[in-house]
């Protein structure tokens, strides 16, 4: 199940819409299409269609993305330790919350003048980089309280080492969330859950841990594809049930004795119960993709979308394409996470924003393009750090009608004086910015999660590498074969401890909070540290990815003999037949799952 993807094997690159105009990527040389609908949208946005294809351009733009490697630095303004994004070794001032957010620097000083005589994407560089940077990307003391080690997460509350989402409250060591409370170790909780550990694609779940990919859930336990359940425990597929185990129905008394069996308040129960589940993921059908109140959209994890392809883990999307990690974008492409927008493109998370272009971190903002850290703002162009600003170019402010008689001479500009990288790729307007000019090395970035490649590869390919990493081994002052064996028996002073990772040897602490969390839960200590944690779960999650397949059904049994139909009416198919449909999925045919068109699926499951 890993999480990598290709610029060569998915659907888009092989397949040709003849009513669109092929394309030939400067970078990876393959094949991609611009379809008619994608000329509209960069004809009403009035911005070139692109030279990279839409994989080059997510490699690119994740490039510029760090969401969990973190360093401790000083605040180059109070001179306060604190955790950054950013390493000792970047050449820009890097300031904490308070100070970057307060009224003791001013963005303007820092202004230039653009010059006719340097590409766009250099001037931007040089600029950039004296530019102090937010050591990380929230709104703590402002619409957060008590977030600081948060990223890219706002309107939350006392949450910790969380990474990209808003609306949450006690959260910790979770990526992606949205609207929930005491959510610990989980990927993708997308709405009303509380008191959730170590789940992924999770909606309206109370009180459970390890379920995936369901959704209305209580007090379950390791259950995947399972709706409106109570008391489940290692189970697929179950739709209004109480008291399963394994898919099999036990009376209350039953099934609280199998639970007190498998003694999942410690290490080796839960170690027992996950290499028992697993297989139990390979014997039922999955849904082809997950999408739910959709209506002509592609991707996965869509919920109540319309006219959007190529859509991942988005809410509410509609007239979009190529987005991932998303709530509520409309008319918008090529986006990694971002809420609530409105005709964006090229862009890093542009929060509630309107018009944004080739952004990055910039949230509240309209009719801006090439902006870092630029909050609350109309009328940017090439600017970093500005809040509350207006007509500004490279930090410099203009008057309304300066602004509009220069930035049409600028995008001339960078088209009659492109920046070229060390691939000879080209860049004008309309491209987003390289990525040899990313603060981050590709080993840093979220790009190294989507497309892995070894140092040597990165370098030649004109990607950076990061050498340093801050994180300590051999440290540990507490075994963890010496932790006792039910959580209820470990005492607060664990807190005090340090552990060490048994699969990266990565020292860890176990939080106040986390102890309460895990007490209540009843849940033992982890033994692995939070990184490789999130980790597995990224392998667990299917890629943003897709791939053209045909429905796995078989009639009465499965080619490989492993699944039998239940349902004796197949809507596409008779009960001896093969099922003809084909579709687009996250899932790669050379994949073990069960993989079924919704008509079967829904025959058999729902």
Request: aromatic share 14%; with cysteine.
């Amino acid at each position: 199940m890993a999480n990598s993807e290709t610029h060569s094997t998915s659907s888009f690159d092989e397949a040709q819409d003849k009513s669109g105009q092929a394309k030939i990527c400067q970078n990876c040389k393959q094949a991609f299409t611009i379809e008619p609908d994608d000329f509209s949208f960069y004809e009403k946005l009035k911005v070139p269609p692109p030279t990279f294809c839409p994989q080059c351009r997510k490699q690119r733009r994740l490039s510029w993305r760090n969401d969990i490697n973190l360093y401790s630095r000083k605040c180059d303004l109070c001179k306060k330790s604190i955790i950054s994004l950013y390493s000792t070794d970047k050449p820009f001032p890097v300031y904490c919350q308070k100070c970057w957010w307060g009224d003791g620097w001013d963005p303007k000083q820092y202004a230039q003048e653009y010059d006719f005589a340097k590409p766009f994407f250099m001037q931007f560089k040089e600029f950039h980089n004296r530019v102090p940077a937010l050591a990380m990307v929230n709104d703590d003391g402002i619409a957060s309280v008590n977030c600081e080690y948060t990223q890219d997460f706002s309107f939350a509350k006392n949450c910790y080492m969380c990474f990209i989402g808003w609306k949450v409250e006690d959260c910790m060591y979770d990526h992606y969330l949205i609207d929930g409370k005491a959510i610990v170790d989980s990927l993708s909780s997308i709405g009303e859950c509380e008191y959730l550990y170590d789940t992924i694609q999770t909606q309206k779940c109370y009180q459970c841990r390890n379920v995936y990919d369901s959704i209305s859930l209580s007090d379950c336990s390791f259950c995947y594809d399972c709706r409106d359940c109570t008391d489940c425990f290692m189970s697929v597929g179950l739709r209004h049930k109480r008291y399963c185990f394994k898919n099999e129905q036990y009376t209350k008394e039953e099934y609280e004795k199998i639970l007190r069996e498998y003694k999942l308040n410690t290490w080796a129960g839960v170690m027992r119960a996950k290499k028992e589940f697993e297989p139990m993921l390979y014997k039922y059908p999955r849904r082809f993709a997950i999408m739910r109140n959709c209506v002509n959209c592609t991707g996965d994890a869509l919920i109540n979308g319309k006219n959007s392809k190529h859509c991942f883990n988005v809410q509410r999307p509609e007239d979009s394409k190529w987005i991932e990690n998303s709530d509520t974008p409309k008319d918008c492409y090529d986006l990694s996470v971002g809420g609530e927008l409105n005709q964006c493109y090229e862009g890093i998370t542009p929060d509630h924003s309107y018009h944004s272009f080739f952004s990055i971190y910039s949230w509240k903002n309209s009719e801006v393009a090439y902006v870092d850290g630029c909050h609350s703002s109309e009328n940017l162009f090439g600017c970093a750090g500005l809040k509350k600003a207006k007509y500004c170019i490279l930090n410099k402010e203009y008057s309304k009608e300066e602004y509009e008689d220069i930035i049409p001479k600028i995008k001339k500009h960078m088209s009659d004086m492109p920046y070229k990288d060390k691939q000879g790729n080209v860049y004008a307007f309309g491209e987003f910015f390289p990525s040899e000019l990313s603060p981050f090395g590709y080993n840093e970035s979220v790009a190294q999660d989507h497309f892995p490649l070894a140092k040597e590869d990165a370098l030649q390919h004109g990607f950076s590498w990061q050498d340093i990493f801050q994180r300590t081994t051999g440290k540990e002052t507490k075994k963890l074969e010496d932790l006792p064996e039910s959580i209820t028996d470990v005492s607060d002073t664990i807190v005090n401890e340090v552990l060490g990772c048994e699969k990266c040897n990565r020292n860890y602490r176990i939080t106040p909070a986390e102890l309460t969390f895990l007490k209540r839960m009843k849940i033992p200590i982890p033994h692995y540290c939070f990184y490789c944690r999130l980790e597995e779960r990224f392998k667990f999650r299917n890629p943003y990815q897709l791939w053209h397949r045909t429905c796995d059904c078989s009639g009465r049994s499965l080619k490989n003999g492993v699944y039998a139909n239940t349902a004796t009416v197949h809507q596409s198919h008779s009960f001896d037949k093969t099922c003809p449909n084909e579709f687009e999925t996250t899932y790669a045919p050379d994949r073990k799952e069960i993989v079924y068109c919704e008509q079967c699926y829904q025959a058999e499951v729902v």
